[in-house]
């Protein structure tokens, strides 16, 4: 099979980074869904209907739960049962079926990603350079911790690897950050960041240079907006001028359940996005909080996304003096962990190890082996995620926001915060 970036001098039209930044220099924002079907067929036919969508798109081939954790022969059986996958198994399907699902779609004006979720990606990149799809997500944090109980270490020699594999694809190679996505709802913004910074940071040490760093929506508009232009400053900072784009999430915990309150959330999500200057948006639905979203669903939510975003000015309503403060001091904030982390080892891998190890990375709420678990959070009176405990996670001197009194948060205040966005959003909008 010859690979359409088999020359990698250049990069291929169709290179998912390069597609997006070029979006972005002409204003427009990408649309992203998330879908994934163990059928070709199916897959295939929600990539045309997303490509055929009036608004700016990519497409979006997720991989399925087997997948994900190295086990390529169930879904074969429960294919052939005639059972249905919570997405699509590439290493299980041959690569010439997979190769003809994406004909005719991922083209110049159509890039499509691989999501994957999975912390030994090896086989995985493999498979998307041999088949010309060399655009993918995830990081040796982001999906480790979330996806996994594989021990860091072996985690970062695995996305090392990994890298080096995808790296093979020449200046197509992409890989998104999913670290901004840390249990996202729960984790103060520049903790975010900082993770989602320095994974990129990783993929470009081994060898993948257009990388897309990521945060996703938390509780707080105003202290979104400020995240995301935190982000794109220290993005600039970190990453120089080319090969980067910003990507925000929709709400990434729990969803609205009725049809008007998703909609609404939907709607203030494109509203941040579009304030914060992000350059691609990954699009929940209407129907998330009640099924598998189809492909109608994702259709009609780009559609409600894209028209909103047509109709939000970046230097509207959100874009305040508060929002600027907040900028301000969270890119502070991600910064200082980003330079102590970076400060602990020349070799990236090997700093982030360490930085666990020492407590300088800790996400809160999250069970994994090797994160200390020692920090918490809370959601103030004015919605914003804040450190509730912040152990040993690096802060700079002068910010405007001081930390309250450590203290352990309850059950219930647990509870309480995981359904904080779903109850703003319960009948109407949140204000």
Known sequence: MNSPWSDSSTASPAAFGPFVESSAREGRIVFQPRMGFGEPHRMREGLAAVKSS?????????LDAYTRVGDYITPRTVIEGQGDLNGYPILTHAPHITAALIEGIHDMTFPVQVRHGTALPER?????VVLGLPATEGGPISYCLRYSRTPIPEAVSAWK??????SQAGPSAHIESFGGCMLGQLSPPSLLIAITLIEALFFREYGVRSVSPSLAQGTSDTQDVGSLIALRRLAAHYLGADDWHVVFYMYMGVFPNTYEGACNLIVDATKVGVAGGCHRIIVKTPSEAIEIPTVASNLDAI???????????????????????????????AACIVDAVLALHDDIGTAIIRAFKRGMLDV????????????????????ELRWARRGKIPRPHGLRQFDPPARDISSDELIEMLWFKANCYRASRAT
């Open 364 to 383: 809160p709420y999250w069970l994994h082996p090797d994160n200390p678990g020692v920090t918490r959070t809370l959601i103030n009176a004015d919605g």
């Open 303 to 333: 559609a409600l996304a894209a028209t909103q975003a047509q109709e939000t000015d970046e230097t509207g309503d959100l874009n305040t003096p508060a929002v600027q403060d907040h900028a301000q001091d969270c890119a502070a904030e």
């Open 54 to 62: 009036r608004h700016p798109t990519v497409g979006t081939i997720t």
């Open 124 to 128: 995985i990149f493999e498979q998307l």
């Open 161 to 166: 690897q990994g890298c080096r594999i995808l």
